[in-house]
Nanobody, 114 residues
């Protein structure tokens, strides 16, 4: 089994910053990708950013230039630095780790007030 522990969500004013962390532990042999998704009320879950095995990164268009994803391989931890936050970034953010299957964190709430 794989366990994911997320931290770093909270309430912030528009224009502010937050940093999310997700530490993976357990039966981790070869991680293909680590990333973040988000789900706002009434909407489907969507990709925010991911770092692929080898180090390449993928970003959703709506966060390019504002969010930065990074990964510490030694700690099996992925980070999401979120700057210039907007009210429309308000959502539950989920950590995702892809090995042979997808594993999900419990989610952390990010609320951006206007």
């Amino acid at each position: 089994q794989v366990q994911l522990v997320e931290s770093g969500g909270g309430l912030v004013q528009a224009g502010g910053s937050l940093r999310l962390s997700c530490a993976a532990s357990g039966s981790i042999f070869s991680i293909n990708a680590m990333g973040w998704y988000r789900q706002a009320p009434g909407k489907t879950r969507e990709l925010v950013a991911a770092v692929i095995s080898g180090g390449s990164t993928v970003y959703a268009d709506f966060v390019k230039g504002r969010f930065t994803i990074s990964r510490d391989n030694a700690k099996n931890t992925v980070y999401l630095q979120m700057n210039s936050l907007k009210p429309e970034d308000t959502a539950v953010y989920y950590c995702n780790v892809r090995i042979k299957s997808d594993y999900w964190g419990q989610g952390t709430q990010v609320t951006v007030s206007s």
